[in-house]
């Protein structure tokens, strides 16, 4: 479980100004209905994780790709490379370890198909489709999912996904693992709809 948080921890941001969810839609149906409109995702990312036992965050950087139904490429680009894809219903991993890439076959890529899969949902407006999580609508923009069970919350505290203004954007995902530690994920140049080929899913 642990190796799902620092996977899922992908997550969260600093939204500057609360939005509403006029353009997304104020219901779960029509939240839906809008991400229906999206065929794909692509956007630049700010990961900035914060621990009690570090002096400064820890700050990666990347990219996203998605491509509806299924199709998911995160990649870091520092500091250290990596790519996650997902295609077809199948989850591969490379690492960069210093001159090489290597393939990840390790069994931590179970726990990465939980993570992803909850991301491609996310990307299609399915925020409640998890049943592990409430989910909740508040104003400003935000959903809350809350753990049912105590063994997960536990680990996760809670998450909290920020809306763009502009459908099938979602600006940032906070992930609280703790009272101090908690990862931020901001989303930035986000670009919709555009024509992305099968081969980024496939290839490094």
Known sequence: ??????????????LLLALSLVSWGDSW???????????SVEAVFVQTKHMEILSKPLVSKGTLTFHA???????????????????????TRYVKR?????????????SMRVVIQELTMWMKGNFDANPSFKPELKKGGIIQLTPREKSMA??????????SSTPGVIRSVVIYESQKS??????????????????IFRNM
């Open 1 to 14: 479980m642990k190796v799902f948080i620092s996977i899922v921890i992908k997550a969260i941001s600093m």
């Open 29 to 39: 149906d029509q939240i839906k209905k809008t991400a229906k409109d999206i065929t």
């Open 69 to 91: 139904p299924d199709s998911l490429r995160w990649e870091y680009t520092s500091p250290v490379r990596s790519v996650l894809l997902m295609h077809g219903g199948t989850v």
């Open 98 to 110: 210093g001159d090489a890439v290597i393939k990840d076959s390790s069994a931590r890529l179970q």
């Open 154 to 163: 536990d680990i996760i505290r809670r998450i909290e996904l920020r809306l």
């Open 182 to 199: 908690y990862t931020m994920l901001e989303f930035r140049n986000v670009r919709l709809n555009r024509p992305v080929p099968d081969s």
